[in-house]
């Protein structure tokens, strides 16, 4: 399984970006995407899931009712829309991939991406 994650770069505060999260080498639609940051000098943390069909997305408090996480299972991608950007949400964004329920917890995802870098400042 390999996931590329693509669309970080830079915003202004209350801005939105886009990130994408491409899968392949396996069976997409068996796999929880879930999304992480990391900020400089800080710990990686969890944003959000989405289960297998889409149907259960979860979300940390801190971007709850500001991102929203999506996925399409028949073109093997998932997105996360972020909206009213603040500081604090810069950090490298990571999809990762795991083949079993809804977790937060980073070591319970076996594939990573790559890293996308979100910028927000004025």
């Known amino acids: 399984v390999q996931l590329q994650a693509s669309g970080g770069g830079s915003a202004q505060p209350g801005g939105s970006l886009r990130l994408s999260c491409t899968f392949s080498?396996?069976?997409?639609?068996?796999?929880?995407i879930g999304w992480f940051r990391q900020a400089p000098g800080k710990e990686r943390e969890f944003v959000s899931a989405?289960?297998?069909?889409?149907?259960?997305?979860y979300y940390a408090d801190a971007v709850e009712d500001r991102f929203t996480v999506f996925r399409d299972n028949d073109r093997n991608t998932a997105g996360l829309q972020m909206n009213n950007l603040k500081p604090e949400d810069a950090a490298v964004y990571f999809c990762?991939?795991?083949?079993?329920?809804?977790?937060?917890?980073?070591?319970?995802?076996?594939?990573w991406g790559q890293g996308t870098l979100v910028t927000v400042s004025s």
């Open positions: 990762a991939a795991r083949d079993g329920p809804y977790s937060d917890n980073e070591n319970k995802y076996h594939y």
């Open positions: 989405i289960s297998w069909g889409g149907t259960n997305k």
């Open positions: 080498g396996g069976t997409f639609s068996h796999h929880t």
